[in-house]
């Protein structure tokens, strides 16, 4: 998978099939919402397990229910590529 900063059309295409997903600052960012703090940390967890799989670390920021998830390569001087497309779109099916 190309780790090569994509351009913003081909962001533009990817946000169609990301459910809720945005391009800010040269990352995609989502927001989540759960019922409790347990269940955002559990989601936390698990993003966690498939980043790692990746070998891919997204910035995430937790306040009690909210998790909030922000993803770009780091290798491609912090821009959006095909990697951070694929690792939402597995986050997504969590």
């Known amino acids: ?29 989502k927001q989540f919402i759960f019922g409790d703090f347990r269940e955002a940390m559990g989601f936390i967890v698990r993003v966690a397990f498939e980043a790692e799989a990746l070998d891919h670390h997204p910035d995430m920021q937790n306040v009690y229910n909210k998790v909030t998830l922000a993803l770009n390569t780091h290798d491609a001087g912090g821009k ?9 779109k597995k986050i997504d099916r969590l």
């Open 1 to 29: 998978m190309s780790r090569q900063p994509l351009a913003e059309e081909e962001i533009a295409q990817a946000l169609q099939e990301l459910d809720g997903w945005k391009f800010e600052n040269d990352r995609l960012v």
């Open 80 to 88: 959006v590529t095909a990697f951070d497309v694929a690792l939402a």
